[in-house]
């Protein structure tokens, strides 16, 4: 595939819909299943069933599950991209040299279609 095509945002964002569809199902799932051990719990006590009781006991249980594990997480993924990513040999700051290189370069064989070819590649592919 080439690199300057532009494909519709559910593919160039797959990953992420995939990631939104795993994360909705888990939380579905979490509070469903949170609701059948608090009908459970409550004919345990004799106690009756109220939905703002249970939506709390559920917030305050998800909020817990998202400080422990999911801010964690985001931190070490967001936070070694970012500190280990910025400078690294893959970034953009050395894509952006060798880009300035083989613009020279080709300025340099031949100045007028060195400017047409750079122009050209510019607008076919994002810089």
Known sequence: MARGRKDPAWKRYAY????????????????????FAYVNEQAALGAPIAVGDYAIQMLRDTLENWQSEFLQLLWQVGGLALLLYVGSPQSRESAERVEAKVD?????????????????????YDR
């Open 16 to 35: 992420g819909w995939v990631t939104l569809g795993f994360f909705l199902i888990s939380l579905v799932g979490h509070w469903l299943f949170g609701w």
């Open 104 to 124: 020279a370069l080709l300025r340099r064989v031949d100045r007028e279609t060195g400017e047409e070819l750079i122009a050209r590649l510019d607008r076919e």
